[in-house]
């Protein structure tokens, strides 16, 4: 490289990336985080490091401190970098004793406790859940608070029809509710086989709502007409896994699959709950010859009295996540076509009461041969509405449907009421409306 007089000397690129350019294998660039190492407390200090650090030499360095001939940087966690002449020697008292905690580390962070009683009436199929109150949940606003509520959902079949919420608590860790919240239509075998999912979220008006931590109970847990009380650790959701994605793993296991998959259907089918009250009322007699009374002339003949009281959990038909349910029941066969009842349309609910009776005027032989079809629509302006779910009673009828038909034709003149699954299959029927 030549440098003419009065000129500055320059270096090209090429020049400059060949200066200090030593032979041999290309080294990893070590990080700072190599220098401090940050350790889980389920690992060992030794599992930290790489290989090529836990390397010693055969020969303590010398007493001088200095480093071998070999290198003149800082080898992080090396013999060379413990000054005065020590050497690293004994490693064993780093192991597993020496736990740093990690401020960032999931397993390192209290979510919270929760405070709630869970009790079930077997008489009303109702499922109550208070809930008290929390502890020292996790801060998820920029103020080291929050604005916590509690959502509800029975698992499986997690759905915005049976999804109940408290009020919101506003900037607090510790928030008490003592609010309680009820779902209705839960039966015997629902309390066998479902879980009762109780999470706690942070309200935020700016973005989506923010997840802190759930609890899980099995509800088989809960005697009946017993309250039972709950004070829990918050948790995070439990990994879903899928059975098509782990169907290696789970090749030994196909009975459980099929448990799994009978499940799922189940609840696919299942559209909703109904509470029906069925009421035989035998000809009325009056002993004295006098008059019937006009309120119930209609009734004077005997026949059967079907009260349509609620519906719970139904699916969503609309696309702002609820339905326009109303109800309409049937008397098959039905010749005349003037077995037709309707109630009223209740708007934008998954929820609705109706509390609505109809009256057949039947002989009770001729009930024996009938057919009670009850089915639920969700109404559409200006198109076809759209069947929800139905259930059919009678004496060909199974399970529970038919258990109500026979209390209801052997209890003349008192009032049945149960609980019905809806079903998106009803033999007989026709579904368009």
């Not at 700072?32 to 490091?49: E, G, H, V």
């Not at 030994?252 to 799994?260: D, H, M, Q």
């Amino acid at each position: 490289m030549t440098v003419q007089k009065g000129k500055r000397m320059g270096i090209s690129i090429q020049e400059h990336m060949a200066i200090n350019v030593c032979p041999g294998p290309i080294r990893p660039i070590r990080q700072i985080s190599a220098y401090f190492p940050r350790l889980s407390p389920t690992s060992s200090f030794s599992d930290s490091l790489s290989p090529n650090q836990l390397t010693f030499p055969s020969t303590a360095p010398p007493a001088g401190g200095g480093s071998s001939g070999g290198g003149g940087l800082l080898s992080p966690l090396s013999p060379g970098a413990t000054g005065g002449g020590g050497t690293l020697s004994v490693m064993s008292s780093m192991d597993t004793s020496v736990e740093i905690d990690s401020c960032d580390s999931d397993d390192n962070t209290s979510l919270g406790t929760l405070e709630f009683d869970v009790l079930y009436e077997s008489a009303t199929s109702s499922l109550h859940c208070t809930v008290l109150k929390a502890k020292g949940l996790k801060p998820m606003d920029f103020n080291g608070l929050a604005d916590p509520y509690v959502k509800l959902h029975l698992l499986p079949g997690a759905c915005k029809a049976n999804k109940l919420k408290t009020k919101i608590v506003k900037n607090t860790l510790n928030p008490v509710w003592n609010e309680t919240l009820t779902y209705c239509g839960i039966t015997e075998e629902d309390m066998y086989r479902k879980t009762l999912r109780v999470s706690v979220c942070d309200e935020d008006k700016l973005t989506h709502n923010e997840f802190i931590g759930e609890s899980r109970v099995a509800l088989r847990r809960v005697k009946p007409d017993q309250p039972k009380h709950f004070n829990v650790c918050l948790e995070h959701p439990p990994p879903l896994a899928s059975p098509t994605a782990m169907s290696t793993a789970l090749r030994g296991i196909s009975c459980y699959l099929r448990e799994w998959e009978s499940e799922q259907q189940r609840s696919l089918e299942e559209r909703g709950r109904l509470l029906l009250c069925l009421q035989f009322l035998p000809p009325a007699q009056n002993p004295e010859g006098g008059e019937v009374p006009a309120e119930t002339k209609e009734k004077a003949k005997g026949g059967l009295c079907v009260g349509v009281r609620r519906c719970a959990h139904l699916a969503a038909m609309d696309v702002n996540g609820f339905s326009d349910p109303y109800v309409k029941t049937y008397l098959k066969p039905d010749v005349k076509k003037k077995s037709k009842h309707k109630t009223a349309v209740i708007k934008k609910t998954l929820n609705p009461e109706f509390n609505e009776e109809f009256f057949y005027e039947i002989t009770f032989n001729e009930l024996a041969t009938k057919t009670l079809e009850v089915t639920v629509w969700d109404y559409d302006l200006g198109k076809s509405n759209d069947f929800i779910g139905g259930v059919s009673l009678g004496c060909h009828s199974q399970g529970d449907a038919l258990q109500h038909w026979i209390d209801c034709l052997k209890n003349k003149g008192t009032k049945v009421e149960r609980w019905h699954t809806l079903t998106n299959d009803l033999p007989g029927s026709g579904f368009q409306e």
